[in-house]
């Protein structure tokens, strides 16, 4: 459509050098064509121009000082994209490729992540170009002070709710949080992920995770099918690659393979779960260990891997289970995922795939899940979790699973009958883009020209 690609192009002319926020941005325009052509509304409400321009957009300096006592700088950001459902939301990544396309791409995309939850959360990202690997505990806090200087002006339980993401776990979050309430003189839910010994929520920890395997779980069974006894590749080692894990296990799959950013590990008998966990969350080491107690494992180093691709997606598996960084899973690597009979890849981090690989899921017909729906536990959960901040109260673990269960199988529902109705069955991607962006855009247009 004409009217699509003149939004992106003058995008590239206002933001320029880009590429990630372009990519995000094409991807879901790319499938809004059906109801662009039978809504005309969201034309004439210039919806599509207003949805891609952030509503506000913070960049900042980050002094800190380490622990020689030299001065080092880094530079902060925090998108709030779109708040027509409520206030901003999503997380805060802390690594050494932050920039503002990155920020940026991934903020668009909570917007649509979390209008799919069908819970009261506009879109938000942020984070810094700042590597916590080799960071000394008080390195990191200094570092976390001096950000949360700036961030605190911006942010509220009812303005804009920061979580954790890449390079951000539990203990940025705590020292974020009591720099802002060394600041405002407030105890209020401000951020998301916090510790369970003061207004964190139980689940949280494993809410992405777990949601791309229960998501997984229910592509298949609407295909007369089931994880039982599948074997999965999943990618990572963090937080969601670890919690998807220990979910396969729990469904009766075996996860076969995990990675870090030095090389893949291949466990043909199952990843030992237990070791992993203590690898990455205690020790903060690399994969390679694994081999000191399961020999008969095999890691393959990054400077190994194909020149098209990564070598998690070369071995046979039914499933695969993207849980890294974006754009890890290559045109190359779906069609070796293809070959070797993979009937399902559910994405566990944000857009894992390149727009080759997604064609090619989609074109083979295949259960595919698009990150924006399969990993939107993690801010499901995140919104559960300011639920009981604001109510004062503490859920069990039954209570919060059974409702994260319930919220994955609501995204699936509903993306699957968009798709549907729209003619494009078992295309998800479709159902998610357009479910997600009418309930926005209804919105938007219910809220007047703001």
Same mark, same amino acid.
């Given at each position: 459509?004409?009217?699509?690609?003149?939004?992106?192009?003058?995008?590239?002319?206002?933001?320029?050098?880009?590429?990630?926020?372009?990519?995000?941005?094409?991807?879901?325009?790319?499938?809004?064509?059906?109801?662009?052509?039978?809504?005309?509304?969201?034309?004439?409400?210039?919806?599509?121009?207003?949805?891609?321009?952030?509503?506000?957009?913070?960049?900042?300096?980050?002094?800190?000082?380490?622990?020689?006592?030299?001065?080092?700088?880094?530079?902060?950001?925090?998108?709030?994209?779109?708040?027509?459902?409520?206030?901003?939301?999503?997380?805060?990544?802390?690594?050494?490729?932050?920039?503002?396309?990155?920020?940026?791409?991934?903020?668009?995309?909570?917007?649509?992540?979390?209008?799919?939850?069908?819970?009261?959360?506009?879109?938000?990202?942020?984070?810094?170009?700042?590597?916590?690997?080799?960071?000394?505990?008080?390195?990191?806090?200094?570092?976390?002070?001096?950000?949360?200087?700036?961030?605190?002006?911006?942010?509220?339980?009812?303005?804009?709710?920061?979580?954790?993401?890449?390079?951000?776990?539990?203990?940025?979050?705590?020292?974020?949080?009591?720099?802002?309430?060394?600041?405002?003189?407030?105890?209020?839910?401000?951020?998301?992920?916090?510790?369970?010994?003061?207004?964190?929520?139980?689940?949280?920890?494993?809410?992405?995770?777990?949601?791309?395997?229960?998501?997984?779980?229910?592509?298949?069974?609407?295909?007369?099918?089931?994880?039982?006894?599948?074997?999965?590749?999943?990618?990572? @080692?963090?937080?969601? =690659?670890?919690? &998807?894990?220990?979910?396969?296990?729990?469904?009766? *799959?075996?996860? #076969?393979?995990? %990675?870090?950013?030095?090389?893949?590990?291949?466990?043909?008998?199952?990843?030992?779960?237990?070791?992993?966990?203590?690898?990455?969350?205690?020790?903060?080491?690399?994969?390679?260990?694994?081999?000191?107690?399961?020999?008969?494992?095999?890691?393959?180093?990054?400077?190994?891997?194909?020149?098209?691709?990564?070598?998690?997606?070369?071995?046979?598996?039914?499933?695969?289970?993207?849980?890294?960084?974006?754009?890890?899973?290559?045109?190359?690597?779906?069609?070796?995922?293809?070959?070797?009979?993979?009937?399902?890849?559910?994405?566990?981090?944000?857009?894992?795939?390149?727009?080759?690989?997604?064609? @090619?899921?989609?074109? =083979?017909?295949? &259960?595919?899940?698009?990150?924006?729906?399969?990993? *939107?536990?993690? #801010?499901?959960? %995140?919104?559960?979790?300011?639920?009981?901040?604001?109510?004062?109260?503490?859920?069990?673990?039954?209570?919060?699973?059974?409702?994260?269960?319930?919220?994955?199988?609501?995204?699936?529902?509903?993306?699957?009958?968009?798709?549907?109705?729209?003619?494009?069955?078992?295309?998800?991607?479709?159902?998610?883009?357009?479910?997600?962006?009418?309930?926005?855009?209804?919105?938007?247009?219910?809220?007047?020209?703001?």
């Amino acid at each position: 459509m004409t009217y699509i690609h003149q939004t992106i192009m003058d995008l590239k002319h206002s933001s320029p050098a880009q590429a990630e926020f372009y990519q995000a941005v094409e991807e879901v325009l790319d499938s809004l064509g059906p109801i662009l052509e039978t809504n005309k509304i969201y034309q004439q409400q210039a919806i599509i121009q207003r949805i891609v321009e952030p509503e506000r957009q913070i960049m900042f300096r980050v002094p800190w000082v380490d622990d020689k006592g030299e001065i080092q700088v880094n530079k902060g950001y925090r998108i709030e994209f779109n708040s027509a459902l409520g206030p901003y939301k999503g997380g805060l990544r802390f690594h050494p490729s932050v920039n503002a396309s990155i920020i940026k791409f991934l903020g668009f995309e909570q917007i649509f992540k979390n209008a799919l939850t069908g819970l009261p959360i506009g879109g938000g990202k942020g984070g810094a170009n700042f590597d916590p690997k080799g960071r000394s505990d008080g390195e990191i806090m200094r570092f976390c002070q001096s950000f949360m200087n700036e961030l605190y002006r911006h942010i509220g339980p009812t303005t804009d709710v920061p979580a954790g993401d890449i390079g951000v776990g539990a203990r940025e979050i705590g020292y974020m949080f009591g720099q802002y309430k060394r600041l405002t003189g407030r105890y209020e839910g401000v951020l998301t992920g916090k510790s369970l010994l003061w207004g964190g929520s139980l689940v949280r920890k494993e809410a992405t995770g777990y949601g791309a395997v229960y998501f997984a779980d229910f592509m298949l069974k609407d295909r007369g099918d089931s994880l039982q006894g599948k074997r999965c590749l999943v990618s990572g @080692a963090g937080n969601v =690659a670890i919690y &998807a894990m220990k979910k396969l296990y729990q469904l009766g *799959a075996t996860p #076969v393979t995990c %990675s870090d950013s030095s090389g893949t590990l291949y466990h043909d008998k199952g990843i030992d779960l237990a070791l992993v966990t203590h690898l990455k969350e205690e020790r903060r080491s690399c994969l390679k260990e694994y081999l000191n107690a399961h020999p008969d494992a095999q890691y393959t180093p990054r400077s190994d891997y194909p020149e098209d691709g990564h070598v998690v997606w070369r071995y046979t598996a039914d499933a695969a289970f993207p849980c890294a960084t974006q754009n890890e899973l290559t045109g190359a690597d779906a069609q070796s995922l293809l070959a070797n009979g993979c009937k399902l890849v559910s994405e566990g981090a944000n857009m894992p795939s390149t727009q080759e690989a997604v064609n @090619a899921f989609i074109a =083979a017909g295949i &259960a595919y899940g698009p990150g924006k729906a399969a990993n *939107a536990g993690g #801010v499901a959960t %995140s919104q559960l979790e300011m639920a009981q901040n604001a109510s004062m109260q503490n859920w069990t673990f039954e209570q919060v699973d059974k409702q994260l269960q319930h919220i994955m199988r609501n995204i699936f529902v509903t993306a699957n009958d968009t798709a549907k109705a729209f003619g494009q069955e078992g295309n998800l991607v479709l159902g998610a883009n357009i479910a997600g962006f009418r309930r926005v855009a209804d919105a938007m247009i219910e809220q007047g020209v703001v």
